[in-house]
């Protein structure tokens, strides 16, 4: 192997291949030093007949050129021309490492120019690009002549070749690496190597860029709501910190649902608003709850002013109450939260201004609702104008532990209602002990302080129930003949808790067990039917709730009197891959309280029982949560799911029973049933379905049925769904849906 260095100003010209070719009357000019580049390249054998005669490397040939490098059969070099031609089994790979491959190529000396035959590329993320001949330009633009682009492989895993699941065939095909994009003329898109569409002109972004403007994969689909409906995203990148989407939705029933998406991030903020609007015919049906412009408003961000200072926002907004259902709207991407509001009965939107500086926190917020209940009167929906919460955690420990206070100011109001106003104060200290034996002692303290105003006190309204034709009121167990009125609370508190977990092996396996105990003892009687209850109408009671001293989810209700609240944890990991985890656990009082609702299964002497049990063996397991009525074992609560995954098999099976009934705050009796699942029948081909049962009603709430397609460079799918929801103004639907996307083309 002859290897040959050089260092010179763009070309191969060689040093040291022999003493004549070296010996010219003419010395070689040589650079400036900033302008030399290193050449290396070596062969098995290395010739040049005469002084100023073309330089032939034969036999392996590799070839550096700073980041470049090459690879052939054969190299001819001529200096006086600065031409390179490689021939047999030629590639060029580049700085970000895409390689190029020829039959013949003949390029300029720094190999970034020059014709190559029977070309092939390599590019990022599986791209393939194919070509008769292709003309390399300044580095940064490839022209090919009778070309083809994919994504797919196109040999199978025994190395024979394969038709590609898609690819496009064009008579010209340029390359733009400067302005980042793959333009076809005269293009072909085959799928299984059958041509279904022909465009005169397509571009794509280069497979090389995270993000470029153009279309995205279209969601198509038709169903009894909105007949055929196209939805047709448009993204558009506006700069390297703000970028927007574009998905209109085309319907033949009601129209174009206009929808757009904005985002930007930069180092002091971010913000994303979604939001969409259509001019919807309401004259066939004139109803006062569908508007004649139907609309939605999402949004969410911050800005930051300064190390301290922080101001955010969340919107949620729609026209009507059946609007999000009709058009199956949702929150998206950054925009989309754990629980999703827009599938549930009510929007909030809020603004808050926030304040930190060590160990001090202030925020202002305010909230706004709105019910998507037909049976919701928007004037008796409260606004929060403002909410104030003011929190300073000691830096110093104070008698060993940590210690806190806070103030909490909450303004009320309604257009047709009671208007309140709630100030609250605390202070809190807590401190842990651990002994040697490995006891853990946690000792807490709160004392609070509330203060109440009311007014248009004779506003209360009240709400019927259709089963019974009775009607309660909005704030159960108040009734007064004043427009307004003062309420005061002091609410101390003190408790302490005991664990001690445990652990052993046994017999290769690993056991854990913890009893808990916690005692808790507050002044008795502390919820007069006099402070109305805002914000603390509904409590979900279970496990992991069981240790909040105050399990109130607001400031209105407070959980008095003494109690006890006892647990205990356990779980077993076996040699065998089995797992088994579980709690159960129980409140006991010595008086009852008020503080909740009789649902909630709190507020009796005992409380029902909640806890958990999980069992996982390798990839099949059950998840259970549960509240049994303390009296009877009776089911009041209940949360279970079951789940087996495999390479070719997916299901979860996931029953949901609420005995809570609480009419105040719109909470009835719910029993459901929800099964999935997904089999893969073929490589590449898989059958799913979903099925959501109201067992309560015996009613069928949703099905869905989904045949799948997904290979290396492609997804296709097809689902027909049943949706049996209904409302006044909303109808049953039956849809099929259509989704595709085609890696590197469109995704």
């Known amino acids: 192997m002859s290897t040959v260095l050089a260092s010179v100003g763009g070309g191969f010209v060689p040093s040291g291949i022999t003493t004549s070719a070296m010996a010219q009357s ?216 703000q970028d927007a989407t574009f998905f209109p939705k085309f319907t033949t029933s009601d129209g174009v649902l206009w929808q757009g998406e904005w985002r930007r991030k930069g180092n002091d903020g971010y913000h994303v608003l979604s939001g969409g609007v259509i001019d919807y015919d309401n004259t066939s049906e004139p109803t006062e709850d569908v508007p004649g412009v139907r609309w939605h408003l999402f949004g969410r961000g911050y800005r930051d002013f300064g190390d301290n200072w922080r101001v955010s926002y969340d919107i949620e907004r729609v026209s009507d109450d059946t609007y999000l259902r009709q058009y199956d709207v949702e929150r998206r991407g950054d925009l989309r939260q754990e629980l999703d509001r827009g599938q549930t009965n009510q929007l909030r939107s809020n603004a808050k201004v926030e304040w930190k500086s060590g160990g001090s926190n202030l925020t202002f917020d305010t909230f706004v609702f709105q019910g998507l209940r037909s049976s919701d009167d928007s004037a008796t929906i409260p606004y929060v104008l403002p909410l104030v919460d003011y929190k300073y955690k000691f830096d110093d420990k104070i008698l060993g532990g940590r210690a806190s206070i806070g103030a909490n100011m909450a303004v009320l109001y309604r257009t047709e209602g009671i208007d309140s106003q709630r100030l609250t104060t605390s202070a809190n200290w807590e401190r842990d002990f651990i002994t040697r034996g490995g006891h853990r002692f946690n000792v807490f303290a709160e004392a ?37 009125d003062f309420e005061n609370r002091i609410a101390p508190t003190i408790g302490a808790e005991w664990s001690y977990p445990l652990t052993r092996e046994f017999h290769g396996a690993r056991l854990f067990l913890e009893p808990r105990v916690q005692i808790v003892a507050s002044l008795a009687d502390q919820n007069p039917v006099e402070i109305l209850n805002e914000d603390s109408q509904s409590i979900e009671f279970d496990y992991a709730g069981l240790f909040d001293y105050n399990k109130s989810t607001g400031y209105d209700a407070f959980e008095d009197g003494q109690r006890m609240n006892i647990g ?36 009796e002497k005992s409380s029902d029982i909640v806890g958990s049990l999980n069992v996982r063996y390798k990839n099949v397991g059950i998840e259970n949560r549960f509240r049994l009525d303390d009296k009877n074992g009776g089911i009041q609560r209940a949360e279970s799911l079951a789940f087996y995954r495999s390479k070719r098999f997916l299901a979860n099976l996931s029953y949901v029973r609420l005995n809570e009934e609480n009419v105040a705050n719109n909470l009835t009796r719910r029993e459901e049933l929800t099964a999935t699942g997904r089999v893969k029948v073929l490589d590449h081909w898989s059958v799913g379905g979903a099925w959501r049962v109201d067992l309560e009603s015996d009613q069928t709430i949703r099905q869905d049925f989904t045949v799948g397609y997904e290979d290396e460079c492609s997804t296709f799918g097809i689902t027909y769904r049943r949706n049996r929801t209904f409302d006044a103004n909303l109808k049953r639907d039956n849809a099929i849906i259509l989704t595709f996307t085609l890696k590197s083309l469109v995704e």
């Open 26 to 241: 003419d010395p070689v000019s040589i650079p400036d030093e900033e302008e030399q580049e290193t050449v290396l390249f070596e062969a098995d054998t290395v010739t040049r007949d005469f002084d100023e005669g073309p330089i032939i490397a034969e036999g392996d040939v590799r070839a550096y050129f700073g980041e470049r490098y090459l690879r052939a059969d054969k190299l001819i070099y001529n200096p006086n021309t600065d031409i390179v031609i490689a021939e047999g089994n030629v590639s060029i790979t580049d700085s970000d490492l895409e390689t190029a491959f020829a039959g013949r190529v003949e390029l300029s000396g720094d190999l970034r120019d020059g014709i190559a035959e029977n070309f092939s590329a390599l590019l990022e993320d599986n791209a393939r690009l194919a070509a008769d001949s292709a003309i390399q330009e300044q580095g940064a633009r490839t022209r090919l002549s009778r070309a083809v682009y994919t994504s797919c492989n196109v040999c199978n895993e025994q190395g024979e070749g394969k038709t590609p699941t898609w690819r496009i065939k064009a008579l010209r095909v340029t390359r733009d690496k400067e302005r980042k994009v793959v333009r076809f003329h005269h293009a072909f898109l085959e799928m299984k190597g059958i041509p279904i569409i022909y465009a005169p002109f397509l571009q794509t972004p280069d497979p090389s860029v995270e993000r470029q403007s153009g279309f995205l994969p279209p969601n198509i689909g038709t169903s009894s709501r909105l007949g055929f409906n196209i939805e047709l995203p448009y993204y558009l990148a506006i700069s390297n910190h």
């Open 448 to 484: 609070r302080a509330d203060l109440y105003r009311f007014q248009d006190l004779d506003l209360g309204t009240e709400i019927c129930t259709s089963a019974t034709s009775s009607c309660v009121n909005d704030f159960p167990g108040f009734s007064t003949t004043e427009t307004s």
């Open 568 to 603: 205990l944890t356990a779980s077993a990991i076996f040699p065998n891959g089995i797992s088994v985890e579980g709690a159960i656990g129980q409140q006991y009082r010595i008086q009852n309280t008020n503080a909740f609702d009789s649902s909630s299964g709190l507020g």
